[in-house]
């Protein structure tokens, strides 16, 4: 089997306001058309009962016009979650590699987003040394922001 990384999907309260953080803060690309679906395959697709959803894809930052994409959905009923961990079980993060990530986390809290964490530097076995730090989008998503530098 042939496989190749597509998309993750976020599913938003507000995902036009959510789309543009990723916009204006990561340099990702709304690639139309957005999408609004509704009806039985809908349905029977989600396993939910009179399912509607809105969203968009957006390019990633760093891999041209093929590259994957975060999808942001919203539904019409949305169940509610649990305060931010970032131990919770599943999938837990995205991450964006950035020049400065004290610049980056700053950007971040400034257009909504909030820290989850401090920045630190990490040493792995190589000698490389990663600096990164967690922080939120504006709904409370968990976002890595990461910078490497190679070991001399």
């Known amino acids: 089997m042939k496989t190749k990384y597509s998309h993750t999907n976020l599913v938003a309260a507000d995902w036009r306001n959510l789309a543009d953080f990723y916009v204006n803060v990561f340099g990702c690309v709304l690639v139309p058309p ?8 809908l349905d029977a697709g989600t396993g939910l009962s009179g399912a509607h959803l809105t969203g968009a894809h957006l390019r990633l930052p760093g891999y041209g016009e093929n590259g994957p994409t975060l999808e942001i959905f919203n539904y019409d009923r949305l169940e509610t979650r649990p305060p931010v961990a970032v131990n919770r ?11 400065d990530v004290g610049a980056a986390r700053q950007l971040v809290l400034k257009s909504g987003g909030g820290s989850v964490g401090e920045v630190v530097t990490l040493q792995i076995t190589s000698g490389d040394q990663v600096t990164w730090c967690y922080v939120t989008d504006p709904e409370g998503n968990v976002i890595e922001l990461q910078s490497w530098e190679k070991a001399a």
């Open 89 to 99: 079980s599943g999938f837990g993060h995205i991450a964006f590699s950035v020049e």
């Open 34 to 41: 957005e999408r609004d679906f509704r009806g039985k395959d």
